[in-house]
């Protein structure tokens, strides 16, 4: 093993073992004084010891899935326990370390994931677990645990796109009316901000009061993807329905949303899913219904409007314009239609 990667063996072995055991900012701290005294030294395997023993498979997985949470730390918690989950799944497959895996061993387990328990699992659900595998892979190869990512030789499969699962006018007209009864201020307020800003579910739940500017509707927000600031729109009906339901309120929180009762937590990603199918309930609605869906239906708004996709881009928060291509860029029955109209 040659120098560098010497040092960054004990280095990372170094703040692994005290991880648990001081806080984020003492951890750096030591990240930046072990670079500062390593840099004066040189290092080198000493190979005369007596024979260590040879770590399990699980122990060497182990260890591996630990610095790869420790080196993540920053990651959204969402997409960290999605890689994990990933990975373990993987290792339930193929009983092998990590760093021994080829891509034969990567193509025989995403089969078998594909197969699923009780039913097959789609094409493009097949494809999430490979990206999911592949950036942990790419993590790897750049940490110079292995050469190459395996998982790059692996085709993704191809996908059938369908239609963008979006809400009609008069289906967001119904789920108004189901906002009634004693959580009916936060529900009318929930729905509105949901449609107006297109954000993202764990983005409302980290907005808190001071950050609205009530003369423009404008938040301020760092996406919950990408890590970037960006702003979201707050239009005149959800500024007067979150208007109402927050002076309605008699708690401290902060947040925009809270439980119902004391001491009334901010609410939290399951309890915005688990409100939104309460009221589509009330109302009738027999679609499905979840937060996400309110942001396609901003997108396809904007689209139907026929704003550009790379403004529809910042305003979804898109780290990529091919994201917003592959949803937003054909044209829809609506766009169709109304260029047909036009032409008559």
């Not at 003492?26 to 005294?37: F, G, N, V």
């Not at 009916?184 to 808190?208: K, Y």
């Not at 960006?230 to 959800?238: C, E, G, K």
């Not at 942001?295 to 314009?321: C, F, W, Y």
């Amino acid at each position: 093993m040659d120098n560098i990667n010497i040092k960054k063996q004990v280095k990372d072995n170094i703040l692994m073992f005290v991880a648990d055991a001081v806080d984020k900012p003492t951890l750096q701290m030591l990240d930046t004084a072990i670079d500062a005294e390593f840099v004066k030294v040189e290092m080198r395997e000493i190979t005369t010891l007596p024979a260590t023993v040879e770590r399990t498979i699980d122990e060497e997985n182990k260890r591996i899935l630990n610095l790869f949470v420790f080196k993540k730390a920053d990651l959204a918690e969402g997409t960290l326990q999605a890689y994990l989950g990933a990975i373990r799944r993987l290792l339930t497959t193929v009983d092998k370390v990590l760093t021994d895996m080829d891509s034969i061993d990567i193509n025989y387990y995403l089969r078998q994931y594909e197969r699923g328990h009780e039913k097959k699992n789609q094409a493009s659900t097949v494809n999430n677990e490979r990206r999911f595998l592949s950036a942990f892979y790419t993590w790897m190869r750049l940490e110079k645990m292995v050469a190459e990512n395996p998982v790059e030789s692996i085709p993704a499969k191809k996908v059938i796109r369908k239609p963008i699962d979006h809400f009609a006018a008069q289906d967001i007209e119904r789920l108004r009316e189901g906002c009634v009864g004693k959580t009916g201020l936060r529900d009318r307020a929930l729905i509105e901000v949901l449609r107006s800003t297109g954000a993202r579910v764990g983005e409302i739940v980290e907005i808190t009061q001071d950050m609205v500017d009530w003369s423009t509707g404008d938040i301020m927000i760092i996406g919950e993807k990408g890590g970037r600031y960006r702003a979201i729109y707050l239009d005149v009906p959800a500024r007067y329905h979150l208007r109402k339901y927050l002076d309605s309120r008699t708690d401290s929180n902060p947040s925009l949303f809270v439980s119902t009762k004391a001491p009334y937590a901010t609410l939290q990603r399951d309890g915005i899913r688990a409100a939104l199918k309460v009221i589509a309930g009330r109302a009738g609605v027999t679609c499905r219904v979840y937060p996400h869906k309110m942001r396609k239906t901003l997108g396809m708004d904007l689209k139907n409007k026929g704003v550009d996709i790379g403004t529809i881009q910042e305003i979804l928060g898109h780290a990529s314009p091919a994201v917003t291509a592959e949803y937003y860029a054909e044209s829809t029955p609506n766009t169709l239609r109304g260029v047909r109209e036009r032409a008559a």
